[in-house]
DNA sequence: AATTTTGCCAACCGCCTCCGC
DNA sequence: TGCGGAGGCGGTTGGCAAAAT
C-alpha cells in the first residue's frame, strides 16, 4: 500500500464512499511526541477493492505534517499509505494495493501505451506514476509472456519445435530463457511449461508401465485396467526421433495407419523389435508425437499389435531391417527392474552443465533465433545420448537378454 | 449426468545477478 | 566496498476446460 497518485477532487465520488474507520499515525517533526488521531472520515473505493480514495480534510491538514495513513476496512483488512500532506490540500489521494491475478484487457492496454512511449523497459515507473496497480515484475512478465509483438500464442508445440526443445534441454538443462532463443515466438514460460506436462506425461506412462509385477494380480480392478492399457516395456515398439523434415500431419497419418491396421493376437510368447535399447528408456528422446504414438498403440490393448503396428513409415531413414527378438520369461523379469529405485535413475532429469558458446556453435543445426531462428539440419545421429549413458545400466541388465540375431541372417 | 482426472497455461514467488550510488 | 533497487530466471501454484470414468 502506498501513495499512488493525486487526482482532480470528485464530490461526487465522495459521496458514494463508505464508511471506513482511519487512523493517523503522525510523526511531526522535531517532536518525541506522537500524536495518534483517531477519526472516522468519508472514505471510498472505486468499484475494485484494492483502491481506496481519501479525501484529505482541512481540518486533518491542519493538524498533521506527513505520517502514516492506516485504514482499516469492514472486514478488518488494514492498509498503509505514506503521505504528504502539504502536497494534498483539496485532492483525492488514490491509495492502491498491489494488483494480482488476471490481467484486465483495460491493463494491457494502458501496459502496451508505455512501452510504445518508453520500450519495453523501466517497468517499476509503471506502478510509481499510478499508470498500474502492478509490480514492475509483473508488467514485465506480461509484456514478455503475452503481449510482446510476434509471439505464437495459442499454438501448440510443433514437432520441429519439441525437437529443438528436447536437444536443447539436453545440452543446456533447465536453462529455459536460453532454449527459447531458439525458439522463434516462444518464450521461456512456453517452454517450461511445455517441458513440465511432458515430464508429467512421461512419468505417468513410466509409472503405469513398471507397476506389472507378480503381486499385481491381486491389485485393483483399476490398477488391473491400467496394466492392460499402459505398454509394458517390451510392448514398445522401435523408436527413433522423428525425421526432421516429417511434420505432425505425417506424424498423425502415420498413427493412425498403425492403429488401424492392428489386428489382436492372443500371443503367450512377446515377441519385440529391439534397436538401441537406451532409446527405448532415455524419455529425453521421446518426442510428444512419439508417446502420443506409444499411448495410442496402449490403448489398442495388445501388446502384439502394437509390435506389429511397425512405425516404419515414420523412420524411413533407418538403414537395416529390424531384428526380432523373442524374450524368455526369465529375460521379461527383467523388465520388473523397472520398479528398482536405482533403475529408475535412468529417468531422472541429467545434470548437463551449461556449454559455452562455443560449443553451440560446434553444432550448426541450432543457432538461437537472434542470429536467424534455429537451422535446419537434414541428418541427426542422435547426439543426445551421451557415451555414458550406458554406464547408468545395471551391470547384469544386458546379461538376461537374449543374444540379437544377425540381422544379416 | 455427475464426478474425477488430466492437460494446459497464466501468473506468482523466491533467488540471483547486475548496476548505480 | 557495501547496499538497495531493478530486472532476469527457474520453480511452483492455481484455475479452467476437456477428457475420462
Redesign the pocket.
Known sequence: MEYMQQLPFDQGAINKMNDLHLSFDANPPKSSNRHRLQRSLEVGGFDSPWVLCLHISSYLKSNLIGGVVIIQNDNGTHFLAEVKLGEMEGKLVEISQIR????KAEEDEVLINHVKKYGP????PIRSKGLLQRT???C???WV??LRPNLK??C?FTAEEERVVIELQAQFG?????IATYLPGRT???V???W??RQ??LA?ILQNSGAPSSSSSSSSS?SLKLKR?IPAFHDVPVFEAPKLSSSMEEISYTMAQSCSSSSYLDNTETIIKVEQFPKLVNPKLYTDANMAQLELMSIGNNPYAAAEAQPQAFFPQTPHPQPYLTLSLESQDLLAKFEDPYFSQVFAPMDVPELDSGNVEQQPFLEPVRSGGFGAREEADNPMIPDAFFDDFPADMFDQMEPLPNPST
Open positions: 494480482k491475478g488476471p490481467w523497459r523501466e517497468w517499476s514492475g515484475k509483473s514485465r512478465l506480461r509472456n503475452k500464442n495459442g501448440k533447465n536453462k529455459w530463457a536460453k521461456d514460460n512456453d517450461k511449461n511445455f513440465s506436462s508429467k506425461r505417468r483399476k492399457e
